[in-house]
């Protein structure tokens, strides 16, 4: 049986959705393998989300920023494991995992995929001067033969400026798994006493509370709830906002089924997995015109794209004023992940990429 390794430093949100994703179907065919390290937001139970056939070894010196002497515990430890699996297929996620492995791996020895799942040169939140940084260390490192792989178009243009060996595969979801939490979220359901707007994620630069809250003090008839927590959690200063802290997902699910709609007020994005998870739920999104964003939402069809203030503000007035709209919205959003964004096609896609690459 071949070897599928997946590498990533930061496994949660988003990328433990991918990663476990895309393991329950290689499980059937190959021996799986996760190398990975944690951030805050990982569940302590995360293991139990994977199917059991699913191995796994924490990376040491893993970290997210740029730290010298952790960072070169991790290349030396990956250089272990690969050594010691000697692995058919290793698969990067994330930007750092991305620059070690390349470097850590003998590319030319070894099948290497690389999912950056957002690029660190994109990010609003720093200098500048970082991001070109950023940008450089991908040029130099795409010099390792390796295939990019962007989770949407908007990703797949912005890796043409480090790399000409790209493909797209578009992120997805577990329509199945959904339907699950769905019903163990049904008996949580509650029944707000006004019009209520969420968000769900991490409280940081990147998800724009400013912004979020700037559009809270607009509308203050309403309600405002931001499910999760962050180290911005100062930033929600407006009145009709409640912070809901990290809770279970069930929880988190029937929060978002209990409100009208879904604002994303993100500065960057990938293809994000909480914009599928609540287009799936049939919630008309009010989402931030950024790369991601934009190549799922289309303003009056699925959901709204804003860039200003007052743009976010109109088009909830317009959703909540209109219920004809707002269910048109939420449904042509279910109808669009259930046709172009779930599990099986992404399957589909990989499973022929496997077999050009003779991984099969």
């Known amino acids: 049986m071949k070897t599928i390794l997946h590498i990533t430093e930061c496994l949660g949100s988003g990328v433990l959705n991918y990663v476990k994703n895309i393991t329950t179907w290689q499980v059937k065919d190959y021996k799986v393998v996760v190398a990975y390290s944690t951030r805050p937001e990982t569940p302590e139970n995360f293991k139990n989300q994977f199917d059991k056939r699913v191995q796994f070894i924490k990376v040491n010196g893993f970290t997210r920023e740029i730290e010298p002497k952790n960072d070169l515990k991790a290349f030396i430890h990956i250089k272990k494991i690969v050594k010691k699996l000697n692995p058919d297929l290793i698969h990067l996620h994330s930007t750092k995992a991305g620059i070690l492995g390349r470097w850590a791996i003998n590319c030319d020895k070894y099948k290497v995929f690389y999912s950056p799942h957002a690029y660190s040169f994109l990010m609003q939140d720093v200098s500048i001067r970082k ?88 509308l203050p008839e309403y309600n405002f709830l931001w499910i999760g927590a962050g180290p911005l959690e100062h930033e929600l200063k407006s009145p009709n906002i409640t912070i809901t802290g990290w809770v279970r997902r069930p929880e988190a699910v029937a929060k978002i089924m209990s409100s009208d709609i879904f604002l994303f007020t993100s500065l960057w994005e990938s293809l994000s997995i909480a914009l599928m998870e609540v287009m799936y739920l049939a919630k008309p999104c009010v989402v931030s015109k950024c790369d991601g964003n934009k190549d799922v939402i289309k303003t009056r069809v699925n959901g709204y794209l804003c860039v200003k203030k007052e743009e976010y503000v109109e088009a909830i007035r317009n959703i909540i004023n209109d219920k004809d709209l707002l269910q048109k919205l939420g449904q042509n959003a279910k109808s669009d992940i259930i046709a172009k964004y779930n599990v099986k096609l992404i399957e589909r896609e990989y499973r022929n990429l496997f077999h050009e690459f003779g991984i099969e």
């Open 131 to 218: 991001r070109n940084l950023y940008k450089l260390i991908e040029r130099l490192s795409n010099r390792k033969n390796c295939l990019t792989i962007a989770d949407i178009d908007g990703e797949l243009e912005a890796s043409k400026q480090v790399t000409k060996n790209a493909i797209c595969i578009p992120n997805g979801i577990n329509p199945d798994e959904m339907d699950e939490i769905i019903e163990q979220a049904k008996p949580l359901v509650e029944k707000f006493d006004k019009t209520t707007v969420c968000l769900s994620g991490k409280i940081v630069p990147q998800k724009n509370p400013k912004l979020f809250n700037e559009i809270a003090e607009a």
